[in-house]
């Protein structure tokens, strides 16, 4: 029984093997991930190439282990065990480096800092993978023939396997949208559509050049885009803001500044979140208030009168105006 037992486990490790693979090399391939894992080792501009890389490996050997048999079948599963020793070192020789850094082991997904059971996973991957050299089929015909043993073990690797896993807990909290907005990743098409979509849009496309923005950056929960515009015969960058955490709430702003002096000349879609306050008391109406003030001797206007102001100062705070005689008006 025994013998049985182990041949199951180790014949479970070429298709589990295979779709691991599999599953590391799609999410290393997509955007965003050349920075993390073995890729955060070397200069900028290799980074990319040698994520493509590393994903081209990972794919060339599951295909492998899934179908080849003899020598070549050999030589994937020698060469995926050498993969997984070499990704424990690569770890070790990260988390040295940078304590911060992601695995990058399912690309996007490994954010969390190289703790020890993202070393101890690596580890016993690397000694499944060992195990399966000498077997006689390759991993579709285990795959496609299974026993209840072959189940059992498989449940059994699949339960440790998540709770050496970081990376589920990142996919759920994803999938369930309660990833703090700061940390989402929004595509900027997105964001250009959602933009597209806002009246404040709409009341500025006469002031901008162009409907493609000159420049764009991130700052937390919001993207900056900044376009060139007139207004006025004055050049003008419009810039917009957009929140990123979803379309139910209301985010988009705009901001006209002036290119010259560099002065905010007008504002869109900023709202306060405060409560307006109301007044202290109820006004009394003029009539009323005069009256009072007339009988209490301080020296108030007379009903239905305003007040004459020294010369001068009427036309204050009112650019280009002149200033303006006191005036009766009848009540």
């Known amino acids: 029984m025994f013998p049985e037992i182990l041949a199951a486990v180790r014949e479970v490790q070429l298709p589990l093997l295979a779709v691991l693979l599999l599953l590391g090399a799609a999410a290393k391939a997509a955007p965003r991930s050349e920075g993390t894992g073995a890729a955060a080792l070397v200069p900028q501009r290799l980074r990319r190439p040698v ?5 081209l490996v990972e794919v060339v050997l599951a295909v ?9 079948g050999e030589v994937a599963r020698v060469l995926t065990a050498l993969l997984f020793a070499v990704s424990v070192c690569v770890l070790l020789v990260v988390r040295r480096r940078d ?21 101890t996973r ?3 991957l690397a000694v499944a993978a060992a195990s399966t050299v000498g077997l006689a089929p390759h991993g ?3 795959a496609s023939t299974p026993t209840p043993i072959h189940g059992v073990v498989l449940g059994v690797e699949l339960f440790l396997l998540a709770w050496l896993s970081p990376e589920l807990r990142e996919a759920y909290t994803r999938a369930t949208g309660s990833e703090p907005c700061a940390l ?12 597209r979509r806002s ?7 006469s002031v901008m050049f162009s409907t493609e923005p000159e420049d764009t950056w991130r700052h937390g929960c919001w993207r900056f885009l900044r376009f060139d515009g007139m207004r006025h015969g004055r050049r003008v960058d419009v810039v917009y803001a957009v ?12 901001a006209l500044v002036d290119r010259e002096s560099g002065a905010v000349v007008a504002t869109f879609g900023a709202v306060t979140t405060l409560d307006l306050q109301g007044p202290p008391r109820r006004l009394p109406r003029p009539r009323q208030a005069a009256r009072r003030d007339a009988a209490e001797g301080r020296g108030g206007a007379r009903p239905g009168t305003l007040a004459k102001e020294p010369p001068g100062e009427a036309g204050r705070g009112m650019p280009g105006g002149p200033p303006r005689e006191a005036q009766d008006v009848q009540g």
């Open 199 to 205: 009246d404040v849009w709409q009341v500025n496309t």
């Open 140 to 142: 579709w015909e285990v």
């Open 122 to 124: 690596a580890s016993l």
């Open 64 to 72: 492998a282990l899934l179908t080849a048999t003899g020598l070549w």
């Open 243 to 254: 929140r990123v955490d979803g379309p139910r709430r209301t985010g988009v702003r705009a």
């Open 51 to 55: 994520t493509l890389a590393t994903c």
């Open 184 to 195: 989402r990743e929004v595509s900027s098409r997105r964001t250009l559509r959602r933009l």
């Open 99 to 119: 304590p911060e850094a992601g695995c990058g082991c399912f690309g996007g997904l490994s954010r969390e800092p190289i703790g020890s059971r993202t070393l």
